[in-house]
């Protein structure tokens, strides 16, 4: 491809709302162009790039067995009604009418369209198992695109699907992806962790998240290092500090002036802040079961003083759409005053504690009331409680679950995910098998996915300079950027277009710079750029024999004979 025919447009300054490199350099080099918020058009380089990775995640998905599908990006809603995610899931999805009035989705996923396909295709245990998967466009409504490609609102999914006969072919199936998406990851370049995950909106038992470390990242992660516990914080258990039993105190309300935070509350009663409750009010969005609708209803937490609530865990606990902080006036409306607050007396309210709650005794909790608190507050004897859960977010130092080691925090990107679905989809539209008696049975399902294009994005992250981007071979859009200095007598041209041709003849992928810019400003496009091997043909390397090659992660140059390049190349490449 002559560089001078390429459709895109190089920038020389980085554009004012790119807020991270990959996003930064992605732009610049002409890679991606952005239409809208979280919404971007990928121009031949960058599709080139994503060709490549695409071909990887087909050979590595063919391999353990997956068949290819297309399923449609528009859906019925009637599918996903039948499920239960048209209730559930938020604002996210693309919902619309046709012109018949019928309710429509955007795909957000295809769990719902492989178990109607599961139901219509799958009726013998002689079909089981199976894995199909496909590359296609989603769509979900972020309410926070940022970072370029890293989040976006439109974007292309590997997501594959196993069905299996029982629980353990669908570890099995489960297992197999996790040791797959390592190998691709590896292909591609991008150094990736797993982290057990949240199910999230897709449900099921147990679910893993790859994920690149990078502060840029907007998950964090909790890990350990002395025994490999990772997850993410959303989910993240660790061993809580118990403290010694006490005999139950009366209570009594106790004056705590100008103390409406467990820092102002401790310091001012001189007490440790694990002999306080913390309270934090919620609005949660809840299914109602009988009629389809949904509903807020307000929600009362209480954690011990030394610990934070984790809004996940609350969410998963009280099974919420949406969670969001209650307001002031909210919280006023069920009795509690903001600050001074405590389940006291409180009727209109969910209350959730956690389960560091019950074994913890004689707290100072809020008195309802300004400028008051009350001592020894018991769970059971004062206050009682809906659910009792484990709702505390794990933090940096807080005692690994499995070994007590001190935990430490990271800041990742997720690149891809894998979930144990169970039988939740195949159940809901009806779909199951005949075993070899004849017997009815439920079909196990799996889902996982790569996002390809975030992908892109974490190896252009992972892999730039202060110059510019720095491809993998693997997934570079080209593997060569030949240079064209122009000499008076055209000698330089007209080997460029030898080698250009031959390059090609060889199945060397060439980006070809035969443009009449300055030499500064060919090679800074270059590095821009980042193909992995640089070929300048130029006056000076002639007359030093040949012609000079670089490579894009290296200062050195080397000058190679022409007739001795493309042996050279193949085994830098290799």
Known sequence: MYLSKLFTSIKRETPANAEIASHQLLLRAGFIHQQAAGIFSYLPLARRSMNKIENILHEEIQGIGGQEITMPVIHSADIWKKTGRWYQVGSEMGRFKDKNDHD????????????????????????????????????????????????????TMLDSYSLDTNPEGLEEQYQAHYDAYFRIFERCGLPVISVLSDTGMMGGKKAHEYMYLTPVGEDTLILCDECAYAANRQIAKFSKELFPKEDLLPMEEVATPNASSIEELAAFLDIPKHKTAKAVFFMALIDNPDDNTASEKFVFTVIRGDMDINETKVAQVIKAKELRPATDEEIKAIGAIPGYASPLGIKEAMVIVDDSIPESCNLVAGANKPG???????????????????????????????????????RGVEVGNIFQLGTKYTNAVGASYLDINGRENDIYMGSYGIGVGRLLACLAEEHHDDYGLIWPGNVAPYAVHLVLLQDKEGKCETLAN????????????????????????????????????????????????????KLRNQKEKQIVPADQLVETIKGLLK
């Open 372 to 410: 008051y608190h009350m001592r020894n507050v018991n769970y059971g004897r004062d206050f009682q409680a809906v659910q009792i859960a484990d709702i505390a977010a794990a933090d940096e130092g807080h005692k690994c679950p499995n070994c007590g080691n001190a935990l430490t925090t990271s």
């Open 498 to 549: 030898e080698l250009y041709q031959t390059l090609k003849e060889n199945k060397l992928e060439a980006l070809y710079d035969n443009q009449k810019d300055s030499a500064g400003v060919k090679f800074n496009s270059a590095d821009l750029i980042g193909i992995p091997v640089r070929i300048t043909v130029s006056q000076r390397a002639l007359n030093e024999g040949g012609v000079e090659l």
């Open 104 to 155: 429509m989705v955007l795909a957000m996923t295809h769990e719902e369209i492989v178990a109607e396909l599961t139901g219509d295709i799958i009726r013998s245990y002689r079909q089981l198992p199976a894995l199909v998967y496909h590359i296609q466009t989603k769509w979900r409504d972020d309410p926070r695109p940022r970072a370029g490609l890293i989040r976006v609102r439109e974007f």
